[in-house]
């Protein structure tokens, strides 16, 4: 049997680039065709082929360079890793917590959008204060230049607490554990180093307890839709290598 998450398009598409690495037509130190052309002869969204770069960057077949592109380091052994697949889905019980980080964040803006509405509803003044607070922290961090994102999930935890639904809060919570334990994610955030698009989503963060103070379901959802529209797009435009002025402070 196989897993469900082994149908994740972007190990799919992982599959694919590398059959185009074993065509032939690459060797080691060879540039991979741009991402934009990648994703028209495959069919698939820009994000997905940038998901599947990033795995393929961590199983350590290809080199991203930062204004420059993605290169070929390795040349996958294909029958080697067809054993190897078979062998790791011989059991039913082994997990794998990898998920893409665009997947994850688009799976977010659905929920979280709908969870936001409920709790708009049911908020008390105590989660206020406390969403309050997370803002506060959020600025602090960024104003001392510190990378802490704890102060960001609890904001986003709070909002699925105050839906007063405990099994939308335990949903949540896993989404969290899938983001802070993902390579995947991890090796999106070492290709950014400009940090100071968090003004933004701290911007966002008071829309929303904005709209929760007010006690407005549809404005809690729409604020909370566009706030992870905007950390997709902002996170999507800052990880472009193909751009050939990309260096990290696109949006400074």
Known sequence: MKHANSNRPYKAIAEKIKEILNSGNYHINDRLMPERELAE????????????????EIQGYVEVKQGSGVYIIQLPNMEEENDNSLKSESSPFSM????GPFELLQARQILESQIASFAAINITK????????????????????????EA????????????????????????????NKSEMWAQLHKRILDKSYRTQWIDD?????????RRDPTGARDAMWQHLENVKQTLFKLS?????EFDGFLFK
């Not at 794998?96 to 998920?99: A, H, N, Q, R, T």
């Not at 963060?205 to 103070?213: T, Y």
């Not at 472009?240 to 050939?244: A, E, K, Q």
């Open 96 to 99: 794998d917590i990898e998920c």
């Open 152 to 179: 960001d999930e609890t904001f986003h935890l709070t909002i699925a607490e105050a839906s007063q639904n405990s099994i939308l809060v335990e949903t949540i919570k896993a989404l969290w554990l899938l983001r």
């Open 240 to 244: 472009n290598v193909d751009d050939p």
């Open 126 to 149: 105590q989660e206020i204060v406390k969403l309050k607070e997370t803002i506060e922290e959020d600025k602090l961090n960024l104003g001392q230049h510190i990378e802490d994102y």
């Open 205 to 213: 963060h008071e829309k929303i307890l904005f709209a929760l103070q």
């Open 41 to 56: 002869n495959l069919g698939v969204s820009r994000s997905i082929v940038r998901e599947a770069i990033i795995m393929l």
